[in-house]
């Protein structure tokens, strides 16, 4: 019988070992991190005959095995996998070997820096209201391997995929591919802007139809000369497609052009979708041309759309108080979402901020602020950090309250003292200093915002 280990006892890896079980493999899940919680699951996966070892580093002496599959949360580059594929152990990552199992159904592959989630949800959305079995995967919704392990094929997988994902794929190859936007992120894994464009541009490559989005001034920029044959989407109208086909906003219609040769062809209102800001706008477009490139009428596009009811975590409205809004912002994670999370909001706002800071260029956070925000909470290791950056700027009105609870009961106070619209949680911080990742701590806001305002 072969040998797998399987690195990381979350979601994925779970679903990857008891995937690889199902196939006949013998398996052994390794977890370098022991807890009560991580030992309920070794005791259910022990009954279901996969060998689970906690507080333990894949060896590869003593691991023998013939396949490695990692975690998406696992580096790629740490030295059991260097070394493991030098000996010609084959290593993959959990997205591949759920690919290799769901390569019969096409796919849409949505990657990017910023825009991913909520882009991959109104895909699924589209698709779904289509009639299709559509299940969001990777990074939101399901695993890949768990779609994998479900008894009935999907029509269509729709695939939220990180650069890590990306990264540990071999031959991973959509119907669809998708790039949202391009900012400098996971610099600390990936050492290079450019090393993280490959890994993104990979899954392109790979894919039979791309669709970028035009406003990025990044992609816009080398797109004419990597990218001549995608399909490029503007908000600002047809006169700024990179290319000769695509989908754009035109007197406040969504418009395709599926062809350079082909006539415009409005589709849909861009106010179908209800959610404000302009990035949201970017996101419905590359939506929209994953549903017309899979051959989707344009009424259940539309119906979709208007029954949108938004992505956890990502600008998500939690209640209103006494003229205040709360929103939940917590998957915003780097500079550039936090940014576009405070443009997305009323001024004046109160923002909460901070937890383990990331690599980046803060210049037009921090712009963003000194206009929008009229006082700013910084929680978590990043906050001393911050509030030299703030103070650097010229930006005065804020406060160390290091915690989530501190920062929610001083955000009601200062909102009532500023008259602001508006507390939002748009950390710009990973969450790994104080929680096990971005969805606890926006579930935390929630529950304190809920528990001291009563509008639940």
């Not at 490139?293 to 119906?303: E, N, Q, S, Y």
């Amino acid at each position: 019988m072969p040998k797998a280990s399987v690195i990381g006892l979350g979601k994925s890896g779970v679903a990857a070992a008891r995937l690889l079980k199902r196939q006949g493999w013998e398996v052994v899940l390794s977890d370098s991190n022991t807890s009560p919680s991580l030992r309920i699951q070794q005791e259910k996966l022990a009954a279901e005959e996969i060998t689970v070892k906690l507080g333990h580093s894949l060896d590869l002496q003593s691991d023998l095995c013939d396949r490695i599959i990692a975690s998406p949360g696992v580096p790629w580059d740490i030295p059991v996998l260097v070394k493991a594929r030098e000996l010609g152990i084959e290593t993959i990552g959990e997205m591949e070997l759920a690919w290799r199992h769901l390569q019969a159904s096409p796919w849409v592959g949505i990657t990017g820096t910023n825009g991913k989630t909520t882009t991959t949800a109104l895909v699924a959305a589209i698709f779904q209201t289509a009639g299709f079995n559509a299940p969001a995967c990777g990074n939101i919704g399901y695993a890949a391997c768990e779609v994998a392990l479900s008894p009935t094929p999907p029509d269509w997988v729709i695939a939220e995929v990180s650069s890590y994902q990306v990264e540990s794929s071999v031959s991973l190859a959509p119907r669809i591919g998708i790039w949202t936007t391009f900012t400098p992120d996971h610099l600390a894994r990936h050492k290079t802007l450019e090393n993280y464009y490959n890994i993104k541009a990979k899954l392109l490559r790979h894919s039979h139809l791309q669709v970028f989005n035009g406003d990025d001034p990044y992609l816009n920029n080398i797109g004419k000369i990597h990218w001549p044959d995608a399909y490029w989407t503007s908000v600002k109208g047809k006169d700024f497609l990179v290319s000769q086909q695509g989908f754009y906003i035109e007197d406040g219609w969504v418009v395709e052009k599926l062809q350079p040769s082909s006539q415009p062809e409005k589709i849909i209102l861009a106010s179908a979708l209800p959610m404000v800001g302009e990035h949201n706008r970017q996101n419905l477009l590359m939506a929209v041309a994953a549903g017309r490139l899979a051959g989707i009428d344009p009424h259940a596009i539309d119906t979709a759309m208007r029954n949108f009811s938004g992505v956890p975590h990502r600008l998500e409205h939690i209640c209103t108080w006494q003229g205040i809004d709360f929103i939940n912002d917590s998957k915003a994670t780097n500079y550039d979402a936090a940014e576009v999370g405070l443009n997305s909001v009323p001024s004046p706002a109160i923002l909460i901020a901070g937890g383990e800071a990331k690599p980046g260029d803060d210049t037009a956070w921090l712009a963003k602020i000194k206009a929008k925000a009229a006082a700013v909470l910084l929680i978590g290791s990043a906050a001393q950090a911050f509030a030299q950056r703030l103070q650097a700027v010229g930006y005065t009105n804020y406060q160390i309250v290091e915690t989530m609870d501190k920062a929610v009961s001083r955000s009601i106070e200062l909102a009532k003292q500023h008259q602001a619209n508006v507390v939002l949680l748009s950390p710009a911080c990973a969450s790994f200093d104080q929680y096990a990742n971005f969805e606890m701590r926006g579930e935390d806001f929630r529950n304190l915002v809920l528990a001291l305002v009563g509008c639940g």
